[in-house]
């Protein structure tokens, strides 16, 4: 009982400070203070959990503990979605989930039904290419995305020119790979684009350029705030190992 009546104790003390913090009406506190279980469960109920659920980190964690608890849950429910209405905005979403999930080839009918009944929407060119490259389709990818351009010249799209060059590797177009990474060693907004051009560096030979791309990639990383390195941190993990290995 004593170890319950801390832990009642310390809840009260948070939720009395949260309340002072977030410019909750006095009475609250009051509340807290004198109705010590009710009080924190009222206030947890009607205060806190609706901010927790409007919170998009929240959020996030939630849905992630449900894939992993349930990782066709989703899969479902946007099928479901469609056999309601088949509409063109949820074949895109399925298809979305669809190269999520790793089935990139039911992804690929799915936007190609978009596009035969008209709708050729660069989003929607732009998705198809990607459930191409999860596909090993990667000819097919560099097809689509070259069509994209065509249709739409002003179209720009840092993870599509990504994609672009990163076929052209898997394809083995060594030169027109490297040119397209250069580009986007200037132009990407993160670390994925440079590390992919100097991990090509690399095995093409060309150390020196390599080493210097992973040094900057560290240094930008000092000067950047704690989100941007949370957010690249995958990157940079693997910048820092590859540049150990050249550094050997």
């Excluded at 190269?99 to 992804?107: C, D, K, L, Q, V």
Aim: hydrophobic fraction near 40%; glycine fraction near 6%; include cysteine.
């Amino acid at each position: 009982m004593p170890v319950l009546g801390g832990l009642i104790i310390l809840i009260q003390i948070a939720f009395a400070i949260h309340a002072i913090r977030t410019g909750r009406e006095t009475f609250w506190i009051y509340i807290i203070a004198f109705l010590p279980g009710i009080g924190c469960a009222v206030y947890f109920f009607t205060q806190i959990l609706p901010e927790m659920q409007n919170n998009r980190t929240v959020r996030s964690a939630g849905n992630t503990i449900l894939k992993a608890l349930d990782p066709e849950r989703e899969l479902r429910r946007r099928k479901e979605e469609l056999e309601i209405a088949d509409t063109v905005q949820n074949r895109v979403k399925l298809a979305d989930e669809c190269i999520e999930s790793g089935f990139p080839t039911e992804a690929i009918a799915l936007l190609q039904r978009c596009l035969n009944n008209g709708h050729d929407d660069p989003d929607i060119l732009l998705k198809l290419a990607q459930a191409q490259f999860v596909a090993a389709q990667f000819q097919e990818t560099v097809d689509t995305l070259d069509s994209l351009i065509r249709a739409n010249p002003n179209f720009r799209s840092p993870d599509g020119h990504l994609l672009y060059a990163r076929s052209l590797e898997a394809l083995g177009k060594i030169p027109q790979a490297l040119e397209e990474y250069q580009a986007l060693a200037v132009s990407y907004p993160g670390e994925e684009a440079r590390w992919h051009y100097a991990h090509l560096l690399h095995q093409q030979g060309q150390t020196g350029r390599a080493r210097q791309l992973l040094e900057e990639m560290q240094l930008r990383a000092r000067r950047s705030p704690k989100y941007y390195r949370r957010k690249e941190q995958e990157w940079l993990k693997q910048a820092e190992q590859l540049l150990k290995t050249l550094q050997a």
